[in-house]
């Protein structure tokens, strides 16, 4: 111990200071990667390295908890041990500048090939990445030294691949660069850094925004009419150089969506085209995003003319109410997905969800929009330091300021542990105990109940601060005005002021409002809750107002109100709840599907009224217990079918709610709704088998299966979907028939059954339908029989089936029936899937079936994200063949598509291909989960509520339906062309 303490005491850098304690896993496993390191460390050359590991000090036991929690920080340990090694001699800052010394000097090296610099750019990134990992865990760094050294790694290696670029244009005589020394001086190309980057607040794993523009006037520049083209193909290299993957990982994922009308503009823009674009055309929202722009790489100095020359547009001295209007836009966005009561920890999204970073920055950003061009000193680009400002001019009190400043760099701190777990690009905290205790570790806490506890009371802190803010802030609102509804006729202040809220048609509107007051409905005929009523009445058409949906949010509110029983207490909890006043507002003027829901069964609406239902996830178990509850006492047949009914359509409606309020995001509903579809129709189908055998008894050694096919069997369904089953049965051989009082043959008897089944499930009733059920992914479709024999089923799978019907194959999944058969089918499933195939022709196939399904089922419009080409179908055809040809690497075999497009093989697919695909699946699915969820049809661009326009964007991370239309196209380009280069043979 001795020796150990001795040696301690003689180390110098930064393994001379004693790490933070943190608390690992699994002790164990903790050990096991410290000798692994240490052997690693011997074989290259790290020999005190090796001896510290071999030792019991608070370094290798801290090194061990890092190992044992980031398989991250793990590998890149791993795969270079010399970054621990370096720490010896040099503190992390001192390695850090190296780093950045050594990115800095690359573009100069001699004989430098593109590929060389990509290699070299990765490997720098990725130990001062692993060091600015090891710094936050180790208390070394707090949140905002590790935002800052996130920043710089940044921006060293964009102007790195920008230098490197420069010099190698002018090498081929494309560019006349005055000084090669100094590459980016008057070169004309100017790369501005937008958003977290821009601000100097960059997350462990994020991406990075650019703008990138051209300065036709440069010295550097030698044929202004060749120019543009000259720098959109540097720009392109730009972004391959930082963010393809390759066998060293990469740079920085980059984003060029935030430049001028991205949609139709190439990716690099003359600098007098884009001022251009900012005052004639340029929205309130990229106004604000200018408020982070700081030139970063290239020509410098012309960046920074470019930003003072748009300080005007940026920072207006008045505001008009055009500005009013898309500042309270914004704020639509933020409580886009707000609810109330608790708030939930597990599966929250730290950035997007309720309390999260995300307000912090807003209301920031906000105040920066109204006075930034009266006060100066809100000009500055960083959240913590603006909120400084507003407190020294008196907007907020210094506890508010603060305090939001202590939960911002708290949740920030979370946000670096969710991503250093595996370096993913993800806000959302773990849904299970391991997970929660993981990121608690992570950051020093002893486990994740503590975690819990200080992360519920930060968000509290900051909704409270947050709700406080906009309530002492200077009013955008210029008052509500006269709001008379007695007598018969119509007031004109009433129809000045209904109009004025957005209201179209103020006359018929102030008639309904009318009818309220005079109690025509159960809801509204008592005083008292007339009286609620009339007091929540100008907080109502508030919210309906700002839904820009007016008319129709107030009469589905009407059609809602009166079917409602009673008043009373909704009325008492919207005034008491602003929160879900906005919420319901949001339902009537953004989601015809939710509304119409709520006005069949109003008592859907009571599942909001419980504080705790929204922090509750709605995983199997959850929904399982709820629905044995639902069902307990109901005995005759006809009421079980109506109480599921009822349970499935409120539970559809609290998971959308909980979708919609960010509680739960597109993949958990996907598979909450799946669950919900499971469950529901497993009961449905044992209850029909109760009622079928009182009449026609059982098939003795009968046993009946339901595999889930499509969405179902994927567990990606939305609130709108179908589902595709098949019925599969076995019995004794020898039996002819069943034993009850009306005997039939097996087949009849199991047909007869499913047609049973389909009549419970799908037929229209006083209570609804559960759901439309389609089995035409049985074996010959709809010219075969309703139910298969399981030998039938293995027969004509292994000798008939088509290429199609064994890529609809991959998603299938048991879901209920016999558990002894279901086993048996899900062992059939895995040995049919696992058949030796020819890949061409697999690949023939699938692409063939892509073909025909464009020239029979062409996509409306860029929104049909199913079946544009690089839409949902051509991901689903890459991952069926990927598993068909056994190219994925999943154990066990995964059925959602996104799981299986993680997991492809690397000589299918590799990493960049993959990660690409997964991203394009997460965005589709992230639009298609709200959209389904809130039209009962197919969106339509030019006639979206804008309230939906909200949610779609506020999904999507993105500021405007331009922009996401761009990526969307983007995107699907991109998955095209990995569907052609991965299956057309």
Same mark, same amino acid.
């Given at each position: 111990?001795?020796?150990?303490?001795?040696?301690?005491?003689?180390?110098?850098?930064?393994?001379?200071?004693?790490?933070?304690?943190?608390?690992?896993?699994?002790?164990?496993?903790?050990?096991?990667?410290?000798?692994?390191?240490?052997?690693?460390?011997?074989?290259?050359?790290?020999?005190?390295?090796?001896?510290?590991?071999?030792?019991?000090?608070?370094?290798?036991?801290?090194?061990?908890?890092?190992?044992?929690?980031?398989?991250?920080?793990?590998?890149?340990?791993?795969?270079?041990?010399?970054?621990?090694?370096?720490?010896?001699?040099?503190?992390?800052?001192?390695?850090?500048?190296?780093?950045?010394?050594?990115?800095?000097?690359a573009p100069f090296a001699e004989e430098n090939s593109e590929g060389a610099m990509m290699a070299l750019l990765r490997r720098l990134k990725r130990e001062g990445h692993f060091l600015i990992g090891l710094g936050a865990m180790s208390g070394e760094a707090g949140a905002e030294k590790t935002v800052e050294r996130l920043s710089t790694l940044a921006c060293i290696c964009v102007r790195a691949a920008v230098d490197f670029l420069l010099l190698d244009a002018h090498r081929q005589g494309k560019l006349a660069l005055p000084d090669p020394a100094r590459p980016s001086q008057g070169c004309g190309w100017i790369v501005l850094a937008m958003g977290k980057?821009?601000?100097?607040?960059?997350?462990?794993?994020?991406?990075?925004?650019?703008?990138?523009?051209?300065?036709?006037?440069?010295?550097?520049?030698?044929?202004?009419?060749?120019?543009?083209?000259?720098?959109?193909?540097?720009?392109?290299?730009?972004?391959?150089?930082?963010?393809?993957?390759?066998?060293?990982?990469?740079?920085?994922?980059?984003?060029?969506?935030?430049?001028?009308?991205?949609?139709?503009?190439?990716?690099?823009?003359?600098?007098?085209?884009?001022?251009?674009?900012?005052?004639?055309r340029g929205q309130n929202w990229e106004r604000a995003a200018m408020i982070k722009a700081r030139a970063i790489a290239g020509d410098i100095a012309a960046g920074e003319n470019f930003l003072r020359e748009l300080q005007p547009y940026v920072w207006r001295k008045y505001l008009d109410y055009a500005a009013i209007a898309d500042v309270h836009s914004i704020k639509r966005q933020i409580h886009a997905h707000k609810g109330h009561g608790e708030v939930t920890v597990r599966g929250h999204n730290v950035k997007l969800g309720r309390g999260g970073i995300r307000e912090i920055e807003f209301f920031v950003q906000t105040q920066q929009l109204i006075a930034?061009?009266?006060?100066?000193? $809100?000009?500055?680009? =960083?959240?913590?330091?603006?909120? +400084?400002? @507003?407190?020294? !001019?008196?907007?907020?009190?210094? #506890?508010? *300021?603060?305090?939001?400043?202590?939960?911002?760099?708290?949740?920030?701190?979370?946000?670096?542990?969710?991503?250093?777990?595996?370096?993913?690009?993800?806000?959302?905290?773990?849904?299970?105990?391991?997970?929660?205790?993981?990121?608690?570790?992570?950051?020093?806490?002893?486990?994740?109940?503590?975690?819990?506890?200080?992360?519920?009371?930060?968000?509290?802190?900051?909704?409270?601060?947050?709700?406080?803010?906009?309530?002492?802030?200077?009013?955008?609102?210029?008052?509500?005005?006269? $709001?008379?509804?007695? =007598?018969?006729?119509?007031?004109? +202040?009433? @129809?000045?002021? !209904?109009?004025?809220?957005?209201? #179209?048609? *103020?006359?018929?509107?102030?008639?309904?409002?009318?009818?309220?007051?005079?109690?025509?409905?159960?809801?509204?005929?008592?005083?008292?809750?007339?009286?609620?009523?009339?007091?929540?009445?100008?907080?109502?058409?508030?919210?309906?107002?700002?839904?820009?949906?007016?008319?129709?949010?107030?009469?589905?509110?009407?059609?809602?109100?009166?079917?409602?029983?009673?008043?009373?207490?909704?009325?008492?909890?919207?005034?008491?709840?602003?929160?879900?006043?906005?919420?319901?507002?949001?339902?009537?003027?953004?989601?015809?599907?939710?509304?119409?829901?709520?006005?069949?069964?109003?008592?859907?609406?009571?599942?909001?009224?419980?504080?705790?239902?929204?922090?509750?996830?709605?995983?199997?178990?959850?929904?399982?217990?709820?629905?044995?509850?639902?069902?307990?006492?109901?005995?005759?047949?006809?009421?079980?079918?109506?109480?599921?009914?009822?349970?499935?359509?409120?539970?559809?409606?609290?998971?959308?709610?909980?979708?919609?309020?960010?509680?739960?995001?597109?993949?958990?509903?996907?598979?909450?709704?799946?669950?919900?579809?499971?469950?529901?129709?497993?009961?449905?189908?044992?209850?029909?088998?109760?009622?079928?055998?009182?009449?026609?008894?059982?098939?003795?050694?009968?046993?009946?299966?339901?595999?889930?096919?499509?969405?179902?069997?994927?567990?990606?369904?939305?609130?709108?979907?179908?589902?595709?089953?098949?019925?599969?049965?076995?019995?004794?051989?020898?039996?002819?028939?069943?034993?009850?009082?009306?005997?039939?043959?097996?087949?009849?008897?199991?047909?007869?059954?499913?047609?049973?089944?389909?009549?419970?499930?799908?037929?229209?009733?006083?209570?609804?339908?559960?759901?439309?059920?389609?089995?035409?992914?049985?074996?010959?479709?709809?010219?075969?029989?309703?139910?298969?024999?399981?030998?039938?089923?293995?027969?004509?799978?292994?000798?008939?089936?088509?290429?199609?019907?064994?890529?609809?194959?991959?998603?299938?999944?048991?879901?209920?029936?016999?558990?002894?058969?279901?086993?048996?089918?899900?062992?059939?499933?895995?040995?049919?899937?696992?058949?030796?195939?020819?890949?061409?022709?697999?690949?023939?196939?699938?692409?063939?079936?892509?073909?025909?399904?464009?020239?029979?089922?062409?996509?409306?419009?860029?929104?049909?994200?199913?079946?544009?080409?690089?839409?949902?179908?051509?991901?689903?055809?890459?991952?069926?063949?990927?598993?068909?040809?056994?190219?994925?690497?999943?154990?066990?075999?995964?059925?959602?598509?996104?799981?299986?497009?993680?997991?492809?093989?690397?000589?299918?697919?590799?990493?960049?291909?993959?990660?690409?695909?997964?991203?394009?699946?997460?965005?589709?699915?992230?639009?298609?989960?709200?959209?389904?969820?809130?039209?009962?049809?197919?969106?339509?661009?030019?006639?979206?509520?804008?309230?939906?326009?909200?949610?779609?964007?506020?999904?999507?991370d993105l500021p405007e339906l331009s922009v996401l239309e761009a990526h969307v196209k983007e995107t699907a380009a991109q998955v095209r062309a990995h569907f052609e280069r991965l299956l057309c043979p």
């Amino acid at each position: 111990m001795e020796g150990t303490q001795n040696r301690q005491a003689r180390r110098t850098g930064w393994f001379s200071i004693p790490p933070r304690q943190l608390f690992v896993l699994d002790e164990e496993h903790a050990r096991d990667e410290t000798r692994t390191l240490a052997e690693n460390a011997e074989e290259q050359d790290c020999p005190r390295l090796a001896q510290l590991l071999a030792e019991d000090g608070p370094s290798t036991r801290f090194l061990g908890a890092v190992f044992d929690l980031s398989p991250y920080l793990r590998d890149c340990a791993r795969r270079d041990p010399q970054a621990l090694e370096h720490l010896f001699d040099q503190t992390l800052e001192e390695r850090l500048a190296a780093l950045t010394a050594a990115i800095e000097a690359a573009p100069f090296a001699e004989e430098n090939s593109e590929g060389a610099m990509m290699a070299l750019l990765r490997r720098l990134k990725r130990e001062g990445h692993f060091l600015i990992g090891l710094g936050a865990m180790s208390g070394e760094a707090g949140a905002e030294k590790t935002v800052e050294r996130l920043s710089t790694l940044a921006c060293i290696c964009v102007r790195a691949a920008v230098d490197f670029l420069l010099l190698d244009a002018h090498r081929q005589g494309k560019l006349a660069l005055p000084d090669p020394a100094r590459p980016s001086q008057g070169c004309g190309w100017i790369v501005l850094a937008m958003g977290k980057l821009g601000a100097g607040e960059l997350n462990f794993s994020s991406d990075i925004d650019l703008i990138v523009l051209i300065d036709p006037n440069a010295p550097a520049i030698t044929d202004p009419v060749d120019a543009p083209d000259v720098f959109v193909r540097l720009t392109r290299r730009l972004v391959r150089l930082l963010q393809d993957r390759t066998e060293d990982g990469y740079v920085f994922r980059t984003d060029l969506r935030l430049r001028p009308d991205p949609g139709s503009t190439p990716l690099a823009i003359p600098v007098e085209a884009a001022l251009h674009y900012y005052e004639s055309r340029g929205q309130n929202w990229e106004r604000a995003a200018m408020i982070k722009a700081r030139a970063i790489a290239g020509d410098i100095a012309a960046g920074e003319n470019f930003l003072r020359e748009l300080q005007p547009y940026v920072w207006r001295k008045y505001l008009d109410y055009a500005a009013i209007a898309d500042v309270h836009s914004i704020k639509r966005q933020i409580h886009a997905h707000k609810g109330h009561g608790e708030v939930t920890v597990r599966g929250h999204n730290v950035k997007l969800g309720r309390g999260g970073i995300r307000e912090i920055e807003f209301f920031v950003q906000t105040q920066q929009l109204i006075a930034g061009g009266r006060f100066p000193e $809100l000009r500055g680009r =960083g959240t913590v330091e603006m909120l +400084g400002q @507003l407190s020294e !001019l008196g907007w907020i009190d210094e #506890e508010a *300021a603060s305090g939001l400043a202590e939960q911002y760099w708290f949740l920030r701190d979370v946000e670096h542990a969710i991503q250093m777990v595996d370096d993913e690009q993800t806000h959302i905290l773990p849904e299970d105990d391991e997970g929660l205790d993981r990121i608690g570790r992570m950051l020093g806490m002893a486990d994740g109940k503590v975690f819990a506890e200080a992360f519920r009371k930060a968000l509290h802190l900051v909704e409270r601060h947050y709700a406080a803010l906009f309530e002492t802030a200077p009013q955008l609102s210029r008052g509500v005005g006269n $709001l008379v509804f007695t =007598g018969d006729g119509d007031d004109p +202040g009433t @129809l000045e002021t !209904l109009s004025g809220l957005g209201f #179209e048609r *103020a006359s018929d509107i102030g008639r309904v409002i009318r009818g309220w007051h005079f109690g025509r409905y159960r809801a509204t005929q008592s005083a008292e809750a007339r009286e609620r009523l009339t007091e929540l009445t100008p907080a109502l058409l508030e919210a309906f107002g700002r839904t820009r949906r007016a008319d129709e949010a107030l009469l589905r509110f009407d059609e809602f109100l009166s079917g409602l029983p009673a008043g009373i207490q909704l009325f008492s909890l919207l005034q008491s709840n602003p929160r879900l006043l906005e919420l319901l507002a949001t339902i009537m003027g953004a989601a015809p599907r939710l509304a119409a829901i709520i006005t069949r069964r109003p008592h859907v609406f009571d599942g909001l009224l419980d504080p705790h239902l929204l922090s509750e996830l709605p995983n199997r178990a959850y929904l399982s217990e709820r629905l044995e509850t639902f069902l307990a006492g109901g005995r005759a047949f006809e009421e079980v079918l109506d109480r599921l009914r009822i349970f499935a359509a409120e539970q559809k409606f609290l998971i959308g709610m909980r979708l919609l309020t960010g509680g739960i995001d597109a993949e958990r509903a996907g598979k909450a709704f799946s669950d919900l579809a499971d469950l529901t129709i497993a009961a449905a189908f044992d209850a029909v088998s109760e009622e079928f055998a009182l009449t026609h008894g059982r098939v003795p050694g009968g046993r009946a299966a339901i595999l889930g096919m499509g969405k179902l069997g994927s567990r990606e369904l939305t609130a709108g979907s179908d589902v595709d089953l098949i019925l599969l049965y076995d019995h004794s051989a020898d039996i002819e028939e069943s034993d009850g009082g009306r005997p039939l043959a097996p087949s009849q008897y199991y047909a007869r059954l499913t047609q049973r089944l389909i009549s419970a499930v799908s037929a229209p009733t006083a209570e609804g339908v559960l759901y439309e059920l389609d089995l035409r992914l049985r074996p010959s479709g709809n010219k075969g029989p309703v139910a298969t024999h399981i030998e039938a089923f293995r027969k004509y799978q292994r000798s008939d089936a088509w290429t199609w019907e064994h890529m609809a194959l991959t998603r299938a999944r048991p879901i209920g029936g016999d558990e002894s058969l279901c086993g048996q089918v899900s062992d059939e499933v895995e040995q049919i899937i696992g058949m030796q195939r020819d890949m061409p022709t697999l690949r023939k196939d699938a692409v063939k079936m892509r073909h025909l399904i464009e020239e029979e089922k062409p996509p409306r419009d860029i929104w049909d994200l199913k079946l544009i080409p690089g839409g949902i179908i051509d991901l689903e055809f890459v991952a069926q063949i990927s598993v068909l040809s056994g190219k994925c690497t999943a154990e066990p075999r995964p059925t959602r598509t996104d799981t299986i497009l993680a997991n492809l093989a690397p000589d299918f697919a590799d990493r960049q291909t993959s990660d690409d695909l997964v991203a394009a699946h997460r965005l589709y699915m992230s639009l298609t989960q709200i959209v389904r969820l809130c039209l009962t049809g197919p969106l339509d661009p030019d006639d979206v509520p804008p309230g939906l326009a909200d949610l779609i964007l506020r999904t999507a991370d993105l500021p405007e339906l331009s922009v996401l239309e761009a990526h969307v196209k983007e995107t699907a380009a991109q998955v095209r062309a990995h569907f052609e280069r991965l299956l057309c043979p």
